[in-house]
């Protein structure tokens, strides 16, 4: 009896389907193709459920039996409704006889972390963001959401050498550090150094503009903060990111600035996200700050050049391979010959047109083309730049970050393009901004129409006469 059941007759309920090898003696067995699936109609149903669900999710890569917040979760009171509070930090003890006993803000440890786990607060912020000063100047609405939106936060940046000089004009942010993010292959030492003086600072939410594969994921991974929020390869490069990564956004292109002025909608719609009774944070426009002592450097500059506050008409895009042109990564084309700049200047009507380069070598072939009265100023630093701008009439520039930093501060300004889409990319809502876009009908920055330009001039004068 025991030989009989062992026989092959005895695993005919296993085998459902027909042999698929050339013996008789083996087949698909039941445990890996259940036989009320091979006859179903509703396992496509199932599937579409089961992507359903996984829509919903922060990131399924975390793990695939979370199926977002339970909806029947019943919280307290405390730390589940409203912002964050800006902790005060205690006063200062004159009498300790060490000195003065000074505590950071936010130093409540006992009961910091029920809003961090509870509530989601967020009370140190790192913003690591790709490009240069173009890119780092359209990332200041983000931050100034992220002080919005989590009061008390302390923002820091890392960006790259160019990149950083830009947040002189940002008081919102603490500490910026120069690490190239774009840099595919940094020194060992810089990298093992960066990873844990990030680390070291104990960060609830990392944010980065890069577009992150494996690597990168890694690199922000390894920072160990609560929320790690980064951009993907929309392609095959992006395989395994999102293991290591809380917050994901895949970009339409390769490349990030296409997107124009609104580069990071797709970080600041999640950044400004409503979360139970606080409602949707609205983002704010741009806006700069000028420090007081940049003011002054800058008013010397322009001055020795000959010009005066409030009556001169600051001319940017000269061409030149400097880097600090301060172009755009999502247009490259933008920049003109000091040929053509000189037939504009010639229109200028009772201002001052002050030519500025971003380097010192340009400047023989400006005054070899304009003369050698013309009022150079050398700028290579988007702070001096936003000064120079704030005491100006206005600004005719191409798209350099002279055109943003004009609407930052609400200057007329004329911007050249070199076509019609770029320009709406760029400046969106031009005339709220007082900017009027004079684009190329051929596609190409060199053919764009002189006489249009001319044309737009007249808009300092309407400018002067308001004032």
Same mark, same amino acid.
């Given at each position: 009896?025991?030989?009989?059941s062992?026989?092959?007759?005895?695993?005919?309920?296993?085998l459902?389907?027909?042999?698929?090898?050339?013996?008789?003696?083996?087949?698909?067995l039941?445990?890996?193709?259940? $036989?009320?699936y091979?006859?179903?109609?509703?396992r496509?149903?199932l599937?579409?459920?089961q992507?359903?669900?996984n829509?919903k999710?922060?990131n399924?890569?975390?793990?695939?039996f979370?199926?977002?917040?339970?909806?029947e979760?019943?919280?307290?009171?405390?730390?589940?409704?409203?912002?964050?509070?800006?902790d005060?930090r205690? $006063?200062d003890n004159?009498?300790? $006889?060490?000195g003065?006993?000074?505590f950071?803000?936010?130093?409540?440890?006992?009961?910091?972390?029920l809003?961090?786990?509870i509530r989601?607060d967020?009370?140190r912020?790192?913003?690591?963001?790709?490009?240069?000063?173009y890119?780092?100047?359209l990332f200041?609405p983000?931050?100034?959401?992220i002080?919005?939106?989590y009061?008390g936060?302390?923002?820091?940046?890392?960006?790259s050498?160019?990149g950083k000089q830009?947040y002189e004009?940002?008081k919102?942010v603490?500490?910026?550090?120069?690490?190239?993010?774009?840099?595919?292959?940094?020194?060992?030492?810089?990298y093992?150094?960066?990873v844990?003086?990030? +680390?070291?600072?104990y960060?609830?939410m990392?944010?980065?503009?890069?577009?992150?594969?494996?690597?990168h994921?890694a690199?922000l991974?390894m920072t160990?903060a609560?929320?790690r929020v980064s951009?993907?390869y929309?392609?095959?490069?992006?395989?395994?990111a999102?293991?290591l990564?809380?917050e994901?956004f895949?970009?339409?292109?390769l490349?990030?600035?296409?997107?124009?002025?609104?580069?990071y909608?797709?970080?600041?719609?999640?950044?400004?996200?409503?979360?139970?009774s606080?409602?949707?944070q609205v983002?704010?426009p741009l806006?700069?700050?000028?420090?007081?002592?940049?003011?002054?450097?800058?008013?010397a500059?322009? +001055?020795?050049?000959?010009?005066?506050?409030?009556?001169y008409i600051?001319?940017h895009?000269?061409e030149?391979d400097? +880097?600090?042109?301060?172009q755009s990564?999502g247009?490259?084309?933008?920049?003109?010959?000091i040929e053509?700049?000189?037939?504009?200047a010639e229109?200028v009507r009772?201002?001052? $047109?002050?030519?500025?380069?971003p380097h010192?070598?340009?400047?023989e072939?400006?005054e070899e083309v304009v003369?050698n009265d013309?009022?150079?100023?050398f700028?290579?630093t988007?702070?001096q730049?936003?000064?120079?701008i704030?005491?100006?009439?206005?600004?005719?520039?191409t798209?350099?970050?002279?055109?943003?930093?004009?609407?930052?501060r609400?200057?007329?300004s004329?911007?050249?393009f070199c076509?019609?889409?770029k320009?709406?990319?760029?400046?969106?809502?031009?005339?709220? +901004?007082?900017?009027?876009?004079v684009?190329?009908?051929?596609g190409?920055?060199i053919d764009i129409?002189?006489?249009?330009?001319?044309?737009a001039i007249?808009i300092f004068?309407?400018?002067?006469a308001?004032?």
């Amino acid at each position: 009896m025991a030989t009989t059941s062992l026989h092959p007759k005895s695993l005919s309920p296993f085998l459902t389907n027909p042999p698929s090898f050339p013996s008789p003696h083996f087949s698909k067995l039941s445990f890996l193709h259940p $036989p009320h699936y091979s006859h179903c109609t509703k396992r496509p149903n199932l599937l579409h459920t089961q992507q359903a669900i996984n829509n919903k999710k922060k990131n399924p890569w975390l793990d695939p039996f979370d199926d977002g917040e339970d909806p029947e979760m019943e919280y307290g009171s405390l730390f589940t409704e409203g912002k964050q509070d800006e902790d005060p930090r205690p $006063p200062d003890n004159p009498d300790n $006889p060490y000195g003065f006993l000074k505590f950071p803000a936010g130093f409540s440890v006992e009961i910091a972390s029920l809003g961090l786990k509870i509530r989601g607060d967020v009370r140190r912020c790192c913003c690591v963001v790709s490009g240069g000063v173009y890119e780092n100047l359209l990332f200041f609405p983000a931050i100034q959401l992220i002080k919005d939106r989590y009061p008390g936060v302390q923002v820091d940046i890392i960006a790259s050498a160019r990149g950083k000089q830009t947040y002189e004009l940002n008081k919102n942010v603490r500490w910026a550090n120069v690490y190239d993010p774009d840099d595919h292959f940094p020194e060992p030492a810089d990298y093992t150094d960066m990873v844990g003086l990030l +680390k070291n600072r104990y960060y609830d939410m990392v944010l980065s503009t890069k577009l992150a594969g494996l690597g990168h994921a890694a690199f922000l991974f390894m920072t160990t903060a609560r929320d790690r929020v980064s951009y993907v390869y929309p392609n095959v490069n992006a395989a395994g990111a999102g293991l290591l990564l809380s917050e994901t956004f895949t970009p339409d292109s390769l490349n990030l600035s296409d997107g124009g002025y609104n580069m990071y909608h797709q970080m600041l719609d999640w950044l400004g996200r409503p979360f139970r009774s606080v409602p949707r944070q609205v983002v704010p426009p741009l806006r700069v700050s000028i420090s007081r002592k940049l003011k002054e450097v800058v008013e010397a500059k322009y +001055k020795n050049a000959g010009a005066e506050k409030g009556r001169y008409i600051v001319i940017h895009g000269i061409e030149s391979d400097s +880097k600090a042109s301060m172009q755009s990564r999502g247009d490259t084309d933008s920049l003109l010959p000091i040929e053509v700049w000189d037939e504009i200047a010639e229109a200028v009507r009772g201002f001052r $047109p002050v030519f500025v380069i971003p380097h010192d070598k340009v400047r023989e072939d400006v005054e070899e083309v304009v003369g050698n009265d013309a009022s150079i100023v050398f700028v290579t630093t988007p702070g001096q730049l936003a000064a120079l701008i704030n005491d100006s009439a206005g600004v005719i520039a191409t798209n350099t970050a002279a055109i943003q930093l004009a609407n930052a501060r609400e200057k007329p300004s004329i911007a050249l393009f070199c076509s019609e889409e770029k320009g709406k990319l760029f400046v969106p809502n031009a005339e709220e +901004k007082k900017c009027v876009i004079v684009s190329s009908k051929t596609g190409k920055l060199i053919d764009i129409d002189i006489e249009a330009v001319k044309r737009a001039i007249q808009i300092f004068d309407v400018s002067l006469a308001l004032a």
